[in-house]
């Protein structure tokens, strides 16, 4: 009996507990939308975000990218301001310019800030009152785009051509100071394993440190690339000497040289000896030497590479 007491006195305790405890929840949630639903004045940092900006000019990064703008209004509509980084509109179009600063000043352009704000938030004040934009005249210049690569092909397989790079310049727009150090612009490196298809891959810019001064027409680049199974062959190609002279006479052995070379399956039969030329040049000889040294001074396109097995040209002067 006295234990079945003691539990109905513990429940009633602990009912007592939670409703106390409900209650203060209640008060806090009470004292909180008191608060959201009166207006005070607070303070924010605002990014500026610079808009209307002319085609030709530039606002440069080391210029002030902010204001403080104190607001009043019901505690509810602060709360977004809490939550994220504000940004505010500053717009360029009609600000007072000299030949090297845009001048934003507050008295001017008061009208447009509170535009961005409902209308039942008072903007009090903005700190500074004045800013300075620095800027410079823009440079438009083409520069051509690298491809950056490490592609690796199935056995037998490789590209035919040089990859194509669509567009292959691209347009920059900024600061003179930045467009003259910028002779390229190269991609993302495009790393791939495995290939015997056509390559059709879209590939990123990668811009330079300094790209947020400058304005691209592209931030992308498509890389195509036609690739087909490969072999290698050899052929026998005559070798010709040049500038022997006019009075002395030589023979030469081998008159060919076997030259093998890399292609395609689809090329492969149309390659033959006369669309190589190899060379070995008299005026190269050093005193004393007997022999000429080859090299390929001509190939068609259609090869991947080319190269000789024979290193030395034998040569006996005859007169």
Same mark, same amino acid.
């Given at each position: ?8 006195? /513990?429940?009633?305790?602990s ?6 405890l ?8 009470? /004292? @909180?939308l008191s $608060? ?6 607070h303070?924010?940092?605002f990014?500026?975000?610079?808009i209307n &900006? #002319?085609?030709?000019? &530039?606002?440069l990064?080391?210029s002030?990218?902010v204001?403080?703008? =104190?607001?009043?209004? !019901?505690?509810?509509r602060?709360?977004?301001y !809490?939550l994220r980084n #504000?940004e ?5 179009s009609?600000?007072d310019k000299t030949?090297?600063?845009?001048k934003?000043?507050?008295?001017n ?8 704000f =409902?209308t ?7 700190? #500074?009152?004045?800013?300075a ?6 440079s438009?210049?083409?520069v051509?785009?690298k491809?950056? +690569?490490?592609?690796k092909? +199935?056995?037998? !397989?490789?590209?035919?051509? =040089? !990859?194509?790079? %669509?567009p292959?310049s691209i347009k ?7 467009t003259?150090?910028?002779s390229?612009?190269?991609t993302? +490196?495009l ?5 015997? =298809?056509?390559?059709n891959?879209?590939? %990123?810019l990668?811009l330079?440190?300094n790209?947020?001064e ?7 680049v498509?890389?195509?690339?036609? *690739?087909?199974?490969?072999?290698e062959?050899?052929i026998? *190609? #005559? &070798?010709? @000497?040049i500038? @022997?002279?006019?009075n002395?006479k030589?023979?030469?052995y081998p008159?060919?040289v076997p030259?093998?070379?890399y ?8 390659i +033959?000896s006369s /669309?190589f030329?190899?060379q070995?040049?008299?005026?190269t ?6 022999h000429? &040294?080859?090299?390929?001074v001509?190939?068609p396109?259609k090869i991947k590479?080319a $190269?000789?097995?024979v290193?030395q040209i034998?040569f006996i002067?005859?007169?």
């Open positions: 009996m006295r234990l079945f007491k003691q539990n109905i006195l /513990s429940y009633f305790k009912k007592r507990l939670n409703v106390f409900l209650f203060i929840v209640l008060a806090f949630l009470f /004292s @909180v $608060k959201l639903s009166q207006r005070y004045t303070s924010f940092v990014k500026i975000n610079a &900006v #002319p085609e030709d000019h &530039v606002v990064s080391d002030t990218n204001m403080t703008i =104190a607001l009043t209004t !019901y505690g509810f602060h709360i977004k !809490y #504000p505010i509109d500053v717009d360029f009609n600000l030949k090297t600063h845009y934003w000043i507050e008295s352009e008061i009208s447009k800030i509170i535009n961005q =409902a039942n938030i008072t903007v009090e004040n903005i700190t #500074p009152d004045t800013i934009f620095r800027y410079d005249v823009n438009v210049k083409m051509p785009v491809l950056v +690569s490490n592609i092909f +199935s056995a037998g !397989y490789d590209v035919i051509n =040089a !990859y194509q790079l %669509e292959d920059i727009i900024g600061p003179k100071l930045i003259d150090s910028i390229e612009i190269k993302k +490196s790393n791939l394993e495995n290939i015997n =298809a056509d390559i891959h879209i590939i %990123e990668n330079p440190k790209s947020k400058i304005k691209v027409s592209k931030s992308t498509e890389v195509k690339g036609k *690739v087909e199974k490969f072999t062959g050899t026998e *190609v #005559p &070798v010709n @000497v500038n @022997v002279p006019e002395i030589i023979n030469f008159k060919t030259v093998i070379f292609t395609s399956l689809s090329n492969f039969k149309s +033959s /669309s030329l190899v070995c040049d008299f005026n000889i050093k005193e004393n030497n007997t000429l &040294v080859p090299s390929i001509n190939q396109n590479s $190269k000789l097995n290193k034998e002067i005859v007169n």
